[in-house]
């Protein structure tokens, strides 16, 4: 169980075009996704806090306008890159809380973003 | 931000052999996580960490959460080629808080 999925696995778009990202938990509702960029042989930094019905929290030096993020149901999540650049290239992944005890998160596969 | 320091950042071995690698931080935390991330993947938990001086196993790995709450250390036993990726110490503050990431340890096995 606590299978995150995500979709596409990788996308290759133009500058200056938006891309969107989802992000699903297949077996279980998640009340919570987090969005988390890697850039290469760096660690993940969390983006934000998504939860199910209301804004999401960004972390400091993200900016929200950019980076749209939709929280619509239980089982889904979605981050849209908008207006990309080359410097959003990145390894983008994706987080659930299941809700049991103890929490833990679950990641889905990422997603690999070149913006030519 | 909150920084965990990992060492070594890497490590080159030989098959069979016993790894160790440790996670540290300067404040205090109740939860501590380890993963490991093969390329191209999203990170995997390996063992979680909730006590104090907590010992816990799985498998051949093997964490230790730090009696000051400010460290742990990851081994893995016997290693095999599979072992090979990035392992990650993760921090959470809270059930179902965000994560920190460590800087990672990237472990290359030679068969």
């Known amino acids: 169980g606590a299978v995150v999925s995500q979709h596409p696995s990788r996308v290759i778009c133009k500058s200056g075009t938006s891309v969107k990202i989802e992000c699903r938990s297949l077996?279980?509702?998640?009340?919570?996704m987090f969005w988390y960029r890697q850039f290469p042989k760096k660690s993940l930094m969390l983006m934000a806090t998504?939860?199910?019905?209301?804004?999401?929290?960004?972390e400091q030096g993200v900016e929200k306008d950019k980076f749209l993020i939709n929280h619509a149901s239980l089982t889904l999540s979605t981050l849209t890159v908008t207006s990309a650049h080359p410097e959003d290239s990145s390894f983008y992944i994706c987080s659930a809380v299941t809700g049991r005890q103890p929490d833990t998160q679950y990641f889905g596969p990422g997603t690999r973003l070149t913006v030519l | 931000g909150q920084q965990l320091n990992q060492s070594p950042q890497s490590m080159f071995i030989q098959e069979g052999e016993d790894v160790s690698m440790n996670c540290t931080s300067s404040s205090i935390f109740n939860t501590w996580l380890w993963y490991k991330q093969d390329p191209g993947e999203g990170p995997v938990l390996l063992i979680a960490?909730?006590?104090?001086?907590e010992l816990t196993s799985n498998g051949r790995l093997t964490a230790q959460f730090g009696i000051t709450r400010k460290d742990s250390f990851l081994n893995i036993s016997a290693s095999i080629p599979s072992d090979v990726g990035i392992y990650f110490c993760a921090i959470s503050s809270g059930s179902g808080d965000k994560l920190t990431f460590g800087t990672g340890t990237r472990l290359a096995v030679r068969p």
């Open positions: 960490l909730y006590k104090a001086g």
């Open positions: 077996d279980f509702q998640a009340t919570t």
């Open positions: 998504s939860n199910e019905g209301s804004k999401a929290t960004y």
